[in-house]
């Protein structure tokens, strides 16, 4: 094309009025006429347009096509535990004495004290060099000793107990945390403290928050809406005592 601008002659000039006022539009009209044609005749199918795009895409799947498929999780590609529970939690000091009980599964008030005495009596008669697996009425108790206290949670057989220690540790962490080097006394004059923490760590026997930063947030937070309730009742006995006065 620039040999033709530079040249003067006038076959040289027809050549540049053809390409350009003739021979592009054309191309241009062609393409545009085949594009209405070939929709026109891909809209006039009988069968639906999705249907068409099936060959060479990527196949879907349908929902009833699901129901069958095992549930795994697409990052780790290790299959969901559906029914991977604590069914309870007990900590049980060196004597004996029961602290702390939180019961996920239903049991009456009749089997837990056998539960108790049963735990009570496995648990404690067993040597530090034996492992920290108990199978017990066809589930697995594990537990682990921290000072005089022992934490215990009951799971099913097929359950992982590596996981279950690795929870009790955490629970533990975290009451050290808040309370500052725990010990038997603190759980025994601040029950209600180590009840709020289990809640926040376990909710219906599982996992609820691995993270103790957001445990010791919560619990924090409800210290300081305990101790406003405190202040208004205070306050508001005393304006009760300066009226009847």
């Given amino acids: 094309?620039?040999?033709?601008?530079?040249?003067?002659?006038?076959?040289?000039?027809?050549?540049?009025?053809?390409?350009?006022?003739?021979?592009?539009?054309?191309?241009?009209?062609k393409k545009a006429l085949l594009s209405i044609m070939g929709l026109l005749m891909f809209t006039s199918h009988d069968e639906p347009v999705v249907e068409s795009f099936n060959e060479g895409y990527l196949p879907v799947t349908r929902f009833e096509e699901l129901q069958n498929v095992d549930e795994m999780c697409s990052i780790c590609l290790v299959e969901f535990e559906k029914e991977d529970v604590i069914h309870f939690v007990l900590l049980i000091s060196r004597q004996g004495?029961?602290?702390?009980?939180?019961?996920?599964?239903?049991?009456?008030?009749?089997?837990?004290?056998?539960?108790?005495?049963?735990?009570s009596g496995v648990i404690l008669t067993r040597g530090p060099k034996l492992c920290n697996f108990v199978e017990w009425r066809g589930y697995k108790v594990v537990y682990k000793r921290y000072a005089s206290l022992y934490f215990c949670m009951c799971i099913d057989q097929e359950d992982n107990e590596l996981e279950v220690l690795e929870i009790i540790h955490h629970y533990v962490e975290i009451l050290d945390r808040y309370f500052g080097s725990v010990c038997e006394l603190d759980l025994i004059f601040n029950f209600h403290k180590a009840y709020y923490i289990l809640d926040e760590l376990l909710i219906a026997g599982e996992l609820q928050e691995s993270s103790k930063k957001s445990v010791a947030r919560l619990i924090s937070a409800q210290d300081s809406l305990v101790e406003m309730a405190k202040e208004q009742r205070s306050s508001i006995s005393n304006i009760i005592a300066q009226a009847t006065k």
């Fill in 1 to 29: 094309m620039n040999c033709l601008i530079v040249s003067q002659s006038p076959f040289c000039t027809a050549t540049i009025v053809f390409y350009t006022c003739i021979w592009i539009p054309f191309l241009q009209l």
């Fill in 97 to 119: 004495k029961v602290r702390l009980t939180k019961w996920y599964s239903p049991y009456t008030q009749k089997e837990r004290t056998k539960v108790l005495r049963e735990l």
